[in-house]
């Protein structure tokens, strides 16, 4: 934990620079699963380009991108942290790490964070999983707990808020 201690992590707000960087975030997270496919650099490149335009697409047509986050690590940024928030809850749509930010503590810090921000409001914070996600044993750790049923690609996972003990 002292690592995590020694970091200076912020948010910033994404501006249209960010867009390569952007790109590069997400393509990191689909590196594993597309490894085995045996496609080349060409078609990798086409398939990544593809998803991130339908993704970005469909987060800036369907959700309120105002809490749409860049992750700063120690002055470089690191990441991404898309955040909803609803009349009922705290909606991470996304978390994203670049490689050599992972597994540092970054995440934990920051859903602990959302987390502080959420108790003091009555909210839920909740984020929907793939299956076949590692990050899953993370959010369980930190508090999250499945709710609801399965999808056919994801699993809602949910951490309720704290409650606030009132002073008399």
């Known amino acids: 934990m002292d690592r995590v201690e020694k970091l200076h992590i912020e948010l910033r707000a994404i501006d249209e620079g960010d867009a390569a960087f952007l790109y590069a975030v997400y393509a990191s997270t689909r590196a594993e699963e597309l490894a085995p496919l045996g496609w080349n650099d060409a078609q990798?490149?086409?398939f990544l380009r593809?998803?991130?335009?339908?993704q970005r697409r469909d987060y800036w047509s369907n959700c309120d991108t105002a809490r749409f986050r860049i992750i700063v690590c120690d002055g470089e940024p690191a990441g991404r942290l898309y955040v909803e928030?609803?009349?009922d809850e705290l909606c991470i749509v996304d978390i994203a790490l670049l490689p050599a930010f992972r597994n540092r503590g970054i995440g934990s810090v920051l859903i602990g964070r959302l987390f502080a921000e959420a108790d003091a409001a009555a909210l839920a914070v909740r984020i929907h999983v793939e299956?076949?996600?590692p990050a899953q044993r993370l959010y369980a750790?930190?508090?999250f707990e499945f709710c609801g049923e399965a999808g056919a690609i994801h699993r809602l996972m949910e951490r309720r808020p704290l409650l606030?003990?009132?002073v008399a």
């Open 164 to 166: 606030q003990q009132s």
């Open 131 to 133: 299956h076949n996600n």
């Open 85 to 87: 928030r609803r009349a």
């Open 44 to 46: 990798r490149e086409s």
């Open 50 to 54: 593809m998803q991130f335009e339908a």
């Open 141 to 143: 750790r930190l508090g």
